[in-house]
């Protein structure tokens, strides 16, 4: 690598590591975000993008949550087309449903359809505040001054797993059930997935596997596991 070119990476990746920028400085965060994928990828392997250009060809579909401390393709080290990611509020899938949530069916039934995804993989984390808020939320006979309107709708997806874990472990500490909710919601998510009759389908005929995930920042951990005749992630 040219020593102009290596003495500038290293200036960018100094100040992409380091301290928080300014309003002012937003837009060249972003340039200078860009400028060192070009250098150390898009530059050095144009036969990648090249293949890319011509079709995208993934075998996963990847369910994430919005947070920003959750990057599947950094977390799991996915290369550029081997996953077709989503992410939402606590990666919920909502039920089969024509006229709700019709981004989300939209997602999957490109994924399925068109791109014929091998496996569809729905991953939950330590410390989601969308399940913080589903083992928070009110019923509806409670008043409560503090409610997101569009949030409180989209957790409410998760309500068969916080009732599950409410049965289970009723008796535990909230930190504990929330941290048990985040697991459980994710197999709600899987069983919600088989609502779906073109991934139901590929499920049935064994081209289709569901995959489970739950990711742990604070320990640095990641455990997976398949959707059964009953979903497990112990």
Same mark, same amino acid.
């Given at each position: ?61 990847? =369910? ?19 996953? =077709? ?6 990666? *919920? ?114 081209? *289709? ?17 398949? *959707? ?7």
């Amino acid at each position: 690598m040219d020593e102009q070119v290596q003495g500038k990476d290293e200036k960018l990746i100094s100040e992409l590591q380091g301290r928080p920028l300014s309003a002012d400085q937003d837009a060249q965060r972003l340039e200078d975000g860009f400028q060192f994928f070009k250098n150390n990828l898009f530059d050095k392997c144009p036969e990648i993008f090249h293949e890319l250009a011509n079709g995208q060809h993934p075998k996963f579909l990847v =369910f994430a949550c919005s947070d920003s401390r959750v990057s599947p393709s950094i977390i799991l080290n996915f290369k550029l087309g081997e996953a =077709f990611v989503s992410r939402n509020i606590a990666s *919920m899938v909502p039920p089969f449903d024509q006229l709700r949530h019709t981004e989300t069916g939209a997602v999957i039934e490109y994924a399925v359809k068109a791109l014929e995804v091998e496996n569809i993989l729905i991953i939950g984390h330590s410390r989601c505040g969308g399940i913080k808020r589903l083992m928070e939320l009110p019923d509806e006979h409670c008043s409560h001054n503090h409610t997101y309107d569009f949030i409180d709708d989209w957790v409410k997806i998760g309500l068969p797993a916080k009732r599950k874990v409410l049965e289970e472990a009723n008796d535990m500490p909230l930190e504990e059930q929330t941290k048990r909710c985040e697991k459980e919601s994710v197999n709600n998510s899987m069983e919600n997935l088989l609502t779906y009759p073109y991934v139901r389908n590929a499920v049935e005929k064994g081209i *289709m596997t569901l995959r489970g995930g739950y990711y742990d920042f604070v320990e640095g951990t990641f455990k997976q596991w398949k *959707m059964g005749p009953k979903p497990c992630h112990e």
